[in-house]
T-cell receptor
């Protein structure tokens, strides 16, 4: 079965600083990978996803993520963080075999200092 | 209304009460999902419906009873809940079922069981 690990529970960065949120997955084949963001009082919103092809994926709000098969990682990055990026970020992996299931990580809470 | 809406946004109920959560999607999607989000735990998929038919029940206790009368509406009927069922319940929809599909989430219902 697939699994997702987000090793950082909380991260604090200064506005304008760069950001990297870590995500490691466990899955035997090539996974389908997603990053979602959840603002307070809101549902989850898709930032970006990777299925195949170019391992560097561009998403909304200036985010990007890089798939590294050798490291089983799919880290999320942003070159310059804005105060409005403060939220919780979830990495997820989709299984093969026609299933519906997305397996989510426990999330990383991002705080942005002004 | 656009996207995925959920009502009520907050609910407090006793263990002997019966209540229902409602989800409506305005995206023309065919698949709908219920998730449970508890503090410090990954999102847990509860149920999946595709074209009104339940395609997945992720070993959810029978005190949670889903209903999908059409592709736009999804209900979660609650009865004799336990305090550990207190959580944020998220509804999502996607064009079709499958892990590769982008899921669109509602804002959730915050449930407190006393």
């Amino acid at each position: 079965a697939q699994s997702v690990t987000q090793p950082d529970i909380h991260i604090t960065v200064s506005e304008g600083a760069s950001l990297e949120l870590r995500c490691n997955y466990s899955y035997g084949a090539t996974p389908y990978l997603f990053w979602y963001v959840q603002s307070p009082g809101q549902g989850l919103q898709l930032l970006l996803k990777y299925f195949s092809g170019d391992t560097l994926v561009q998403g909304i709000k200036g985010f990007e993520a890089e798939f590294k098969r050798s490291q089983s990682s799919f880290n999320l990055r942003k070159p310059s963080v804005h105060w409005s990026d403060a939220a919780e970020y979830f990495c997820a992996v989709g299984a093969g075999g026609g299933g519906n299931k997305l397996t989510f990580g426990t999330g990383t809470q991002l705080k942005v200092e002004l | 209304e656009t996207g995925v809406t959920q009502t009520p946004r907050h609910l407090v109920m006793g263990m002997t009460n019966k209540k229902s959560l409602k989800c409506e999607q305005h995206l023309g999607h065919n698949a709908m999902y219920w998730y449970k989000q508890s503090a410090k735990k990954p999102l847990e998929l509860m149920f999946v419906y595709n074209f009104k038919e339940q395609t997945e029940n992720n070993s959810v206790p029978s005190r949670f009873s889903p209903e999908c009368p059409n592709s736009s509406h999804l209900f979660l009927h609650l009865h004799t809940l336990q305090p550990e069922d207190s959580a944020l319940y998220l509804c999502a929809s996607s064009q079709d079922r499958g892990y590769q599909e982008t899921q669109y989430f509602g804002p959730g219902t915050r449930l407190l069981v006393l």
